[in-house]
């Protein structure tokens, strides 16, 4: 059967309408992507929680969107994206969204990051987000996979209401804004998902498109 839909592996409202832009970005017109119907888990009543306890975001992404797939019975896109820190040796990684303890709490990560940072020179402050993609059909098979990063440096404190997670402290330095201060077209033209989106439009637009493969 064709692919007429894609549920995004998230219930998180920002994180999925950006996912929903990126599918089908304005600045890259596709019929057979912008044609797609795409929901995410906000529409899905009681779909159990994917444990993400593998050591990279790749195998988080794949373990999220099969598991996903085959309890709801849909295609799911899920990703896994995080934060790498170079003077924390890549951390928080796939612990970003729960680093201070609790996931989620935008406000607690980025307050102890700034604090595990706190001694670090501004020229060893460089870091990169990073996102992995998976795409499952409803049987649970991971049919195509793709990664993005973004690299940049922590800023010393939040800067901008824009975006979610660490954005404010994640600085483009030849922009000389974070993420959190970036217009939205922008950051999404620059973004480790966007990256990733860019490398996986192609296979997504092909299983479309291809009856015998989707």
């Known amino acids: 059967m064709k692919i007429h839909r894609i549920v995004i592996g998230t219930r998180n409202r ?3 309408e ?11 017109s596709n019929p057979r992507l912008s044609g ?6 906000a529409d899905f009543l009681d779909v159990p929680e994917v444990d993400e306890d593998a050591a990279t975001f790749a195998e988080n992404a794949c373990k999220k969107a099969s598991e996903t797939a085959r309890a709801i019975g849909e295609w799911v896109l899920a990703d896994d994206s995080g934060l790498a820190v ?3 040796s890549g951390a928080p990684g796939v612990l970003s969204a729960r680093y201070a303890g609790t996931h989620g709490d935008d406000s607690a990560n980025n307050a102890k990051l700034l604090a595990e940072l706190e001694k670090i020179d501004d020229d060893k402050r460089s870091a990169a987000f990073i996102c992995a993609l998976a795409l499952a059909d409803p049987q649970g098979t991971v049919r195509a996979q793709a990664q993005g990063r973004c690299r940049g440096v922590i800023a010393r404190s939040p800067r901008g209401e824009n975006g979610f997670g660490y954005d404010p402290l994640f600085l483009i330095p030849e922009y000389h804004r974070t993420f959190g201060e970036l217009s939205v077209i922008v950051k999404h033209m620059l973004s480790h998902r966007a990256r990733a989106f860019a490398a996986i439009r192609p296979r997504l637009e092909r299983l ?3 009856r015998r493969d989707a």
């Open 86 to 88: 170079d003077a924390l």
């Open 208 to 210: 479309v498109a291809d």
């Open 36 to 41: 797609l119907v795409v929901a995410t888990l």
């Open 14 to 16: 920002k994180k999925g």
């Open 18 to 28: 950006e996912m929903i832009e990126l599918i089908s970005p304005p600045w890259e």
